[in-house]
């Protein structure tokens, strides 16, 4: 069952939470912050990484919370002056050292993502046609020797009230490579995604109304609910240079992608990318 929501208790304790009122919902309203509805939860995304999630109380990777306090001046300390240093008494207290640890452990295409969601997030203070409405969007397999399909991007176009995934590959990515004249890794991938559309569109669907829901009233926003999803999952491709637009792209992507015949977009610089050409593109 896939499955948006957020127990009215849960919203209200976050919205009075210091680390949210203070440090989160700022960086969300300017792009830095990603913030998703799960089941019972939220999540809240930065530069590639969850930097938190909150289901009654915050919580982080332990490896982005390593963060000491010192009363030095700089940022190196001697063995002798551990004794001198504590760790940290709260997450808002040493909020902008945990997102500078969250951002140093993201791989090159999450990081990509990131960067397209800072631009194009449904929470940011603007009012765009196309928004991205979730990353990471998890779907319980269909097939038995899988547990769950992980879809990295749905946009939603707030005109038409339509939904579209979107699985974003960086050009290194092996499963969009393949020999000449075979169809490469992450056409099976976008197909199997298809798949779980026609299966579950209307739980989707619903999902995402309510998801709408929770982050209208959160985020005090006007966001339409969905009517529709696309049955195309689109494929986005970024992370190449003039050259290889040229050379390997032309010659070997899109002959083996559009053997087979799934639509994508592809720009090198994510930080180029326009959200509507993105969604045209694919139309």
């Known amino acids: 069952m896939f499955v948006r929501e957020l127990k009215e208790e849960i919203s209200t304790s976050l919205q009075e939470a210091s680390l949210f009122k203070k440090k989160l919902l700022p960086d969300i309203k300017k792009g830095e912050i990603f913030p998703a509805i799960r089941k019972g939860r939220l999540d809240f995304y930065h530069k590639g990484g969850k930097l938190f999630s909150y289901d009654s109380r915050f919580k982080t990777h332990i490896k982005f919370a390593s963060v000491l306090r010192s009363n030095k001046k700089d940022d190196y300390i001697l063995e002798e002056e551990l004794k001198d240093v504590k760790p940290i008494l709260d997450f808002t207290e040493a909020y902008e050292r945990i997102k500078e640890n969250c951002s140093k452990y993201s791989g090159e295409e999450a990081a990509g993502v990131s960067k397209i969601c800072s631009k194009f ?17 998890s779907l319980e397999s269909i097939e038995d020797e899988r547990t769950q399909d992980r879809i990295d991007l749905l946009l939603f176009d707030r005109k038409r ?19 000449q004249g075979t169809v490469p890794k992450v056409i099976t991938q976008v197909d199997r995604y298809k798949k779980q559309i026609e299966v579950k569109k209307d739980e989707i669907i619903s999902g995402y109304s309510n998801y709408i829901d929770i982050v209208n009233s959160l985020f005090k926003l006007n966001l339409e609910k969905p009517i529709d999803i696309d049955s195309e999952v689109s494929l986005l491709v970024f992370g190449f240079d003039k050259d290889q637009l040229q050379g390997r792209f032309r010659s070997l992507f899109e002959q083996n992608i559009q053997s087979g015949k799934i639509k994508y977009y592809a720009i090198g610089n994510p930080d180029n990318l326009e959200i509507l050409t993105m969604w045209n593109k694919c139309n």
Do not use: C, M, P, T
């Open 121 to 137: 997030s449904y929470a940011k203070d603007f009012n765009q046609n196309v928004v991205i409405l979730d990353i990471e969007g």
């Open 161 to 179: 009230k339509l939904l579209r995934f979107y699985e974003a590959k960086h050009f290194s990515n092996k499963e969009i490579w393949s020999k």
